[in-house]
């Protein structure tokens, strides 16, 4: 286990030398002039050595990587043109919205998609496995923004039971957040549900299939108990992949749903960072979520190990 541990660290390791690599030279080198491009076509020459100045920019491609990957390091993201602060104030302050956001929606997604997912399996060839597979392919094929100006539509509009958007705030207190919240992470889990839904019958089907699978039953056990006893840990195997994938969607590819509910998170800030072309920003915060999606892949194969043991017996 400690062998298969220590592989996956090194693996994980390389994969973020590789994307700083390639965060660094798309944002900073490819472009060109970093400061020119942030100041824009008209901006004066005093104006961009200036910024340039500031910004550190005078050195080697090389040094100037390896103070970036430093300051990544050690917490210092620098400061942003934009919002004249640390940008490292700005990430701890959006991601105290957007992780909540991210779990709670990953939260609703496991719910409504496990048992889903394991009831259309044991009734396959039903209408009750055609049905949820038609209402599981509606949810993939409309996007979650549809999704969302719907719920404000039906919820905070006609039924005035939600906010159309905002943020309170978590020194208000923990209930008036989560109404926050609850729009924006129906809104996310809902084609994430859908997805994990069928990845979850697909695999306990497959499961199912398995000759001690037969020799289970063959012993006597009922259906139920094959499926809880023997189907779903195997078949957790492919649903923790897409979990976990889910969960670094959640975190960095809520930029739309942000927006629509006006929400102060990470995503947003990535957006207003774009749109002000601001590269402290984008360039830290992308980085940042490269970490957190190469760091939940790294928990994922930890997970696997744990489920099946024929992987720690490999390692």
Excluded: C
Aim: glycine share 8%; no cysteine; hydrophobic share 60%.
């Amino acid at each position: 286990m400690l062998r298969y541990v220590f592989g996956r660290l090194i693996s994980l390791v390389l994969t973020l030398i590789a994307a700083s690599l390639v965060v660094f030279f798309t944002i900073e080198v490819i472009p060109g002039d970093p400061a020119a491009f942030m100041l824009g076509l008209n901006a004066e020459p005093e104006a961009i050595a200036a910024l340039r100045a500031e910004l550190g920019l005078e050195g080697s491609v090389i040094n100037r990587y390896g103070a970036w990957v430093s300051g990544l390091i050690t917490g210092d993201l620098g400061t942003s043109y934009t919002y004249r602060v640390p940008v490292t104030e700005l990430v701890m302050a959006r991601l105290w919205i957007s992780l909540p956001l991210a779990l709670y929606a990953l939260a609703l997604s496991v719910v409504i998609a496990l048992p889903l997912g394991l009831w259309a399996a044991a009734r396959r060839g039903t209408a009750t496995d055609a049905g949820i597979m038609g209402v599981t392919q509606l949810g993939i094929a409309v996007p979650n923004f549809w999704f969302a100006m719907i719920l404000v539509l039906i919820f905070a509009i006609n039924l005035r039971w939600f906010s159309a958007g905002g943020f309170p705030g978590w020194e208000n207190g923990l209930w008036p957040n989560l109404k926050a919240l609850t729009l924006p992470a129906i809104a996310l889990a809902l084609p994430q549900a859908s997805i994990l839904a069928r990845v979850m019958r697909s695999a306990v089907l497959e499961t199912l299939g398995q000759d001690y699978i037969r020799t289970a039953r063959a012993k006597g056990l009922t259906g139920r108990q094959t499926v809880w006893r023997h189907a779903f840990r195997n078949a957790l195997i492919p649903v923790m992949t897409i979990i976990g994938l889910q969960f670094s969607f959640l975190i960095a590819g809520a930029i739309i749903i942000e927006n629509v509910f006006f929400l102060p998170g990470l995503g947003r800030l990535i957006f207003q960072g774009i749109t002000q072309r601001d590269l402290v920003v984008v360039e830290s915060v992308v980085m940042l979520l490269v970490f957190a999606v190469v760091l939940v892949t790294f928990l994922v194969d930890i997970a696997y190990a744990l489920i099946d043991p024929r992987l720690r017996r490999r390692a």
